[in-house]
């Protein structure tokens, strides 16, 4: 991975984690597993898939610009 562990997602932090324990192969088949059974879910359920779906998410928010929301001091 090319991200330093702080700033890696949760995913990238399992992988990392996964890999450091069980090796190469095993972590492969693991994250198959994941996959196979986000898309059993998908198909369970009638989704489509959303590319922009993490961006809704309530932990992903835009920072605010300097001094917005916030009174000023005087």
Do not use: F
């Amino acid at each position: 991975m090319n991200r330093e562990p702080a700033r890696a997602s949760g995913l990238q932090r399992w992988i990392i984690e996964l890999y450091s324990r069980k090796g190469y192969y095993k972590t492969l088949v693991a994250i198959a597993n994941k996959h196979a059974r986000i898309r059993w879910a998908m198909l369970a359920k009638g989704e489509r898939y959303d590319a922009s779906a993490w961006q809704r998410h309530p932990l992903h928010q835009p920072p605010l610009p300097p001094n917005v929301g916030c009174p000023e001091r005087s």
